[in-house]
């Protein structure tokens, strides 16, 4: 059995015990090879008030972005994954290198590296989520190429991540291979029992970004059609001066996994009308508990929900073509529990982490296999 190191960006827990979408690759890979250890390449000291020093911003969420996000740190985190994989030589086969925040590849040992965004991406669709000034995201773009062009294999979440690794990084289709990932909730074989609850769920950090002031606008109209509907709103911190239309429930951040598996089931349709969200594991999540889904039609959500089969894809910022799918969904339980029993078959047999595994640890032993 052949012998894998993982470098990623999940801190210090054991993917044995901690769920995640990092996580749960490893679980997966664990079937077919040795998982020797993983590890996070975090700043810390001197390195990281150095860093914060140079990356201050008079905004504390900018300054944090900044100093997260820009060419220094991409060095930094490198050097020091590193100086940890030269100090294990002899005890891997292969690294598996997890998103594109730093580069290990070039250094005598095969690297395979597994993204689900690309910074060409995000300029493209949100540039403001990229908080580099001109200078750094130019600098940013030259390592990312130099990665993945130094990179013995690149698994890519999405096709979207696939095209964009060709398009602009010029990185040769060979090296690429497209083998999704799976849902990090246990999948419920039953499904959902009622779709009659007219209840829609939202579920993401990032408010904005995943369109959650087009969707308060959007249950304006829901609500003058369904007025018993209700919006359930978790995980992101509710903005002070922001007013809430009737019927919205906001939770805030929900950690407890059995409380928030239960949201999931106690909802009717799940939605998240995002702006820009390179590859949503929670749409799996909803679909693995039976929820039909109301999303976007942008990057790579399509590749995930199926419209008119799995759930309802509206352009981005489109208010009334939302309002409409949520108010069809919701208003329509036979239609919900079609969607909804259509995405738990998808999940349970095209889109489980065990085949995402299996996909990559077959190209996994033909790198450690190399002299």
Known sequence: MYRVMGVD?????DFRVVRGRNLSLYRALSAHAQIVDRFTPALSGMPMMMNYASSFRPHPYR???????????????????????????????????IFGMFSVAGHG??????????????????PQWNPMSDRERREWLILEREAYHAADRIFAMSQAVHQSLLDDYGVPADKVLTVGAGANFTIDPDGKDAYDQQTALFVAYE????????LLDAWRRVR???PGARLQIVGPRRPVA???PPGVEWFGPVRDRERLRS?????????????FNPFPHVLREAMAVGLPCVSTNHVAIP????????????????VPALAGALTELLGQPAMARQYGQAGLEAVSHAMSWDQVGALVADQLKVLAAQP
């Open 303 to 318: 590749e995930i929900v199926m419209d008119g089969v799995t759930g309802s894809l509206v352009a981005v910022d489109d």
């Open 224 to 226: 003058a059609d369904l």
């Open 242 to 244: 922001l007013a809430l």
């Open 109 to 126: 040992f095969p690297v395979a590296l597994y993204l689900d965004n690309t910074m060409a991406l995000t300029m493209r669709h949100y």
């Open 263 to 275: 949201l999931f089931h106690g909802a009717t349709v799940f939605v998240l009308p995002s702006v």
């Open 9 to 13: 960006t999940e801190g210090d827990v």
């Open 207 to 214: 408010f904005d970004r995943n369109g959650g002031r087009t």
């Open 63 to 97: 300054w944090k972005g900044v100093a997260n996000l820009n060419p220094r740190t991409f060095r930094v985190r490198s050097d020091l994954a590193l100086r940890r994989l030269n100090a294990r030589r002899g005890q891997f086969d292969v690294v598996l290198q």
